[in-house]
């Protein structure tokens, strides 16, 4: 018989109350799903529910999801749920995420959760299966942080997707029938609290000081927490809060005015609140804490943060609907920090804060355009790109940084004009042709008689990562490329001849 969707279980040894929440089953409408695979020849394939191939003490259910696993799958392949299922997975006060699992060989299975509905993180975790050919309980700590980025907790998030590797990062090269049962969201049934320490350096606000409160969702966002004064500019207090998410922020009343801190959507330590349009300050509780001390309206300590300010010039680009961006590297995501031209004169501009010594490469994209990035900027040649994408760079910065740029020009004064090592570009391209620039396999790079000069050419994707590598010898007028066995989109031809550079676009069909 199939386990009850809610019970009570009894842990005598910690005397803690459990309630487990089923997610999936397989038994009802309501507690079953399918998964979509990824990756090698099962891509876009569905998987299917079947008879429980082997009940034991562990799992006597009649049904359960079966995965298969072909000799070609890369080391990253896996399965997700499609439709996600109808209950979701919330892990508020959550200790562990737990299932049955069903392995044709001992080894190692992931469990990872996306699209969360609180602005959690995708988080995924990976645990080993240490027995063959029967079914086993493993159980999924998500307090723990996830082994991928942005490697935050699950627990107090809410998620809609759920992604299952066997063997992530193994490449097995063999057959593999595996199953899945019982996925179970496991909670305290009593929601635990913690103490939380908060302290605020008001020292650079500013004001005469009569009081600095801390308000948030604990104490229904009420005045109610008056902080107590250090006698150096900080004030501290402590408070008893449900473990979860809370989000909360610092006030401070001064002549009979009261300030609120007031957050940009981009700060590092900022998530919406729940109209989406004000940011608030976020913590996971899980346990009792001291947190460091932040200055007022910052997330770092006083002294410790640097603006950044990025500028850049549209106005020779048909603007996507979608917008325009920055992106790119560790730090910027795709779509996750929009721009906004507020004058109309079509220079987009963004301001982040972020700690002292921060560095990441960055790009900008007009538009939303995963998983082809086609929409980014192209510098490839140019002196600010940097490898391996040809992105830009900044950083480690010691203080404030203002870029005024131009989309696809490494220029740093808001020009437009693209110079390549004082050459114009337009003058070599009169010297160097590609075609034919639709291709199903190769093209050919066509040069000029008196280009008699060692050349270079590349082949790369449209985030600038190099597919291929030519050296074409002196006096030698063409050079083929091949484009065979890569997926159909836009590559880029890049030409370096002595110092001077040209890129041309392929597409693949």
Known sequence: MKKLILFLCCIYTSLIVQADTVILDFETPETST?????????????????????????????????????????????????????????????????MDVYKARTGKVSFKLEESTTEGGDWVQTV??????????????VNLPSIEMPFSPAVGHTFSRITIFFDLGFEIGEFQTNYVDNIVVIAPAEPEESEVTFTVDMKEFGKNIEAVLLQGDFNDWGNTNEMVSNGDGTYTTTVSMTNGVQQYKFAVRSENIRYEEKFSLTSACVVPDESGEFGNRQIVVTEDERLLPVCFNSCYACGESVKLSFHVDMTEQDVSEMGVYLAGGA????????????????????????????????????????PDWECKENIVGQSCAVAPFNDRHVGPLTSDYELKTCFGVCSEDGSCTFVSDGFEQEELATKVELYPNVVAENTTVHFDESLVQLKQVQLLDLRGKQIANYKVAAHTKQQNISLN???TGIYIVRIQIGEEVICRKVVKQ
């Open 331 to 370: 730090a910027f995501g795709h779509g996750d920090y929009p721009m906004l031209d507020d004058d109309g004169d079509g220079v987009y501009s963004i301001s982040i804060e972020r700690e002292v010594g921060f560095e990441s490469d960055f790009t900008f994209i007009n538009g939303i355009c995963l």
């Open 34 to 98: 399918l998964f979509q695979h990824f990756g090698g020849s099962q891509e876009g394939e569905v998987n299917r529910m079947v008879d429980n191939p082997n009940k034991n003490a562990v799992n006597m259910s009649d049904r359960a999801i079966e995965f298969t696993k072909q000799e070609d799958a890369p080391s990253w392949a896996g399965a997700f749920t499609n439709p996600n299922p109808i209950i979701p997975i919330n892990l508020q006060g959550a200790t562990q995420i737990c």
């Open 485 to 487: 066995g890569l997926t």
């Open 128 to 141: 080993d299966v240490e027995t063959a050919n029967a079914w086993q309980q493993v159980c999924f700590d």
